[in-house]
């Protein structure tokens, strides 16, 4: 099992539409999360870090959950400006070197 | 304002000859990584420092080396690229410990010929 995976999809959805991405990961010791966004070209952006309790930052949730060890990204209301790849980043505890997953494609059409 | 700065933006070099990439940072972070990415892959990163100890990745070729002469700068060598090599590289910093976000510089896309 890999350490983080990601869907790659495409995801496909139409302007306005409510998408989630999960990311999974195999380090039950696994101590910060953080979702990137990298448009096509560019590089990673922090989108949003993962606390224990959950995040919100306007239309963007963030969860994580421990028992299953995943974490997961909410957009709601996606404009096509949401059109990107989202890589979910995972420190292992210990190492402190933290992990990507190989990113989720979401392309918001009108 | 740029904080993490990359240079050159696109290189194109040619097989077996030396090249060097450069990245500066002005947020005075301790940590600071090189990563390769290739198209539809994620960031694998080739090595990282904390302040001067310096990291490889076990599966880090030998054909890559870095430097960090002080805090604000770290240069990647590839002394003699292939083909395989053709990527994006990117650099990163984090304030300290791995666990903080990581900033990203624009990248240098390198074509071998």
């Known amino acids: 099992r890999k350490e983080v995976e990601q869907d790659p999809g495409p995801f496909n959805v139409p302007e306005g539409a409510t998408v989630a991405f999960n990311c999974t990961y195999s380090n039950s010791a696994s101590q910060s999360f953080f979702w990137y966004r990298q448009d096509c070209r560019k590089e990673p952006k922090l989108l949003m870090s993962v606390y224990s309790s959950g995040n919100e930052d306007g239309r963007f949730t963030a969860q994580l959950n421990r028992a299953s060890q995943y974490i997961s990204l909410l957009i709601r209301d996606s404009k096509l400006s949401d059109s990107a790849t989202y890589l979910c980043?995972?420190?292992?505890?210990?190492?402190?070197?933290?992990?990507f997953g190989r990113g989720t494609s979401l392309i918001v059409h009108p | 304002d740029a904080m993490v700065i990359q240079n050159p933006r696109y290189q194109v070099t040619q097989f077996g000859k030396p090249v060097t990439l450069s990245c500066s940072q002005t947020?005075?972070?301790?940590?600071m990584y090189w990563y390769q990415q290739k198209s539809s892959q994620a960031p694998k990163l080739l090595f990282h420092?904390?302040?001067?100890?310096?990291?490889n990745e076990a599966d880090t070729p030998d054909n890559f080396q870095s430097r960090r002469p002080n805090t604000s700068f770290c240069f990647l060598d590839i002394r003699s690229p292939g083909l395989g090599d053709a990527a994006m590289y990117l650099c990163?910093?984090?304030?300290?410990?791995?666990?903080?976000?990581?900033?990203f510089g624009p990248g240098t896309r390198l074509t071998v010929t």
């Open positions: 990163a910093t984090s304030r300290d410990r791995a666990s903080d976000e990581q900033y």
């Open positions: 947020l005075n972070h301790n940590v």
């Open positions: 420092y904390y302040d001067k100890d310096f990291n």
């Open positions: 980043v995972v420190n292992p505890g210990g190492s402190y070197i933290p992990t």
